[in-house]
Nanobody, 129 residues
Framework: QVQVVESGGGLVQAGGSLRLSCTVSGLTFDDYAMSWFRQAPGKEREGVSCVVWHGGTTYYADSVKGRFTISRDNTKNTLFLQMNNLEPEDTAMYYC??????????????????????WGRGTQVTVSS
């Protein structure tokens, strides 16, 4: 059984930093690209970032480029999201997801049916102004 568990969320002031972690079990972690999504109340789920299976290529939503950094440690089956210079608009539940393929491609931010094989329950990030 695949398990995806996020951690590291919390309350931070604008301009602050947080580091999210996501530990995956029950699948061969380095076979798959991994992504972070977020969803704020009343808004659609948004793709934040994706990293390919080997960690060497990354993709970001325009809204987080230059502030967030995605990375992975395949020896520990763990995905990370370093979030710097946080803004109130970053407030959301953040989800980790295992992609169906090893590369992110150009449609990684589409979370429609069948595109991601496993999801975590999320970790809340709240940024105060």
């Amino acid at each position: 059984q695949v398990q995806v568990v996020e951690s590291g969320g919390g309350l931070v002031q604008a301009g602050g930093s947080l580091r999210l972690s996501c530990t995956v079990s029950g699948l061969t972690f380095d076979d798959y690209a991994m992504s972070w999504f977020r969803q704020a109340p009343g808004k659609e789920r948004e793709g934040v970032s994706c990293v390919v299976w080997h960690g060497g290529t990354t993709y970001y939503a325009d809204s987080v480029k230059g502030r967030f950094t995605i990375s992975r440690d395949n020896t520990k089956n763990t995905l990370f999201l370093q979030m710097n210079n946080l803004e109130p608009e970053d407030t959301a539940m953040y989800y980790c997801a295992a992609y169906t393929w090893s590369d992110c491609g150009y449609s990684w931010s589409n979370s429609g049916p069948g595109r991601y094989r496993a999801w975590g329950r999320g970790t809340q990030v709240t940024v105060s102004s």
